[in-house]
């Protein structure tokens, strides 16, 4: 088992917002300190959890930068800076780089369906114009195209492509992930519900969106596993599915659960900017039984 270069636990960050929709990154601040406190050993930034895609250039920069002062030495920092340009991809993880980042996370190209060898192409176009280790994403329910994985086995042959985060939901494909990349290429989870199995594949973590309130609770159940204690891992996983459930509503695109359930635990960290919205009361009640579960409120 490879030893991970940016923990077991990596934290997909919200952007917190103020009460007039811009970025609020005193409170940013705040929740960096949060995440470190609670377990987080990587804060990835500018993902699709901390809404980029209406998040300006300017703001993931100043982003980038409060984040980079705020984890000091506690953490490294991973900063989203894939798109569905190759060029624009690569001027923003050149920046990211320049700005202390320790990682790039980078989607797959999105609406423009490429194929296997575009995808080959682009992200390797793009590794090879940075020093940084890159991770690829691969959540094809979003992007509408999955890296196959006997392109990802390609990839991981790309010197600085050091992983993947594995949306798929599809354990056949990770399976084969693993088994035909190298023994140092890193495979996480890319979905809290997902990570047990991943680990049972061979991953290596998790990119979490829970984790911005219970990060020791799956640092445990992940340790756990790893110490080979399979039944612990087991009901810690069955103790936090039923908020991993309520997080992910299908009514409630991420990150609108997590945003709600901060500010349901006293840690507002805002709302949302169009064309997302804030939950429904129903889909907040939902939220709140998730929460009372886990005995967080």
Request: hydrophobic share 40%.
């Amino acid at each position: 088992m490879p030893t991970p270069l940016f923990g077991s636990l990596i934290t997909a960050m919200v952007t917190p917002f103020d009460g007039d929709g811009a970025v609020d990154y005193a409170r940013a601040e705040q929740l960096v300190d949060r995440l470190v406190n609670d377990g987080t050993e990587t804060v990835l930034v500018a993902g699709t959890t901390g809404e980029s895609p209406t998040v300006t250039h300017h703001e993931k920069v100043e982003l980038i930068k409060v984040v980079k002062w705020s984890v000091g030495g506690r953490a490294k920092l991973m900063v989203g800076t894939g798109s569905y340009s190759t060029a624009d991809t690569i001027e923003f993880t050149q920046e990211a780089e320049a700005l202390g980042a320790d990682a790039a996370l980078l989607v797959t190209p999105y609406y423009n369906k490429p194929s296997q060898d575009g995808l080959y192409q682009h992200f390797a176009a793009v590794a090879a114009a940075t020093g940084l280790p890159v991770m690829l994403y691969n959540i094809p329910g979003r992007t509408s195209r999955n890296i196959e994985a006997a392109t990802l086995c390609r990839l991981a042959e790309v010197k600085n492509i050091i992983g993947v985060k594995e949306s798929t939901g599809d354990f056949q494909q990770a399976a084969a992930i693993a088994a035909g990349t190298p023994d140092d290429f890193l495979l996480y989870s890319g979905d809290d519900w997902a990570t047990l199995h991943i680990l049972l594949l061979g991953g290596v973590g998790v990119v979490s969106v829970a984790s911005h309130l219970v990060g020791q609770e799956i640092r445990e159940m992940m340790a756990l596993f790893q110490a080979g204690d399979r039944a612990g891992a087991r009901d810690c996983y069955f103790k936090l599915r039923p908020l991993f459930d309520c997080l992910f509503q299908p009514t409630a695109p991420s990150p609108c659960g997590v945003k709600a359930a901060l500010k349901l635990v006293g840690f507002d960290c805002g709302g949302h900017r169009l064309p997302l919205v804030e939950v429904t009361d129903a889909e907040r009640e939902v939220i709140r039984a998730g929460l009372q579960g886990q005995g967080l409120i």
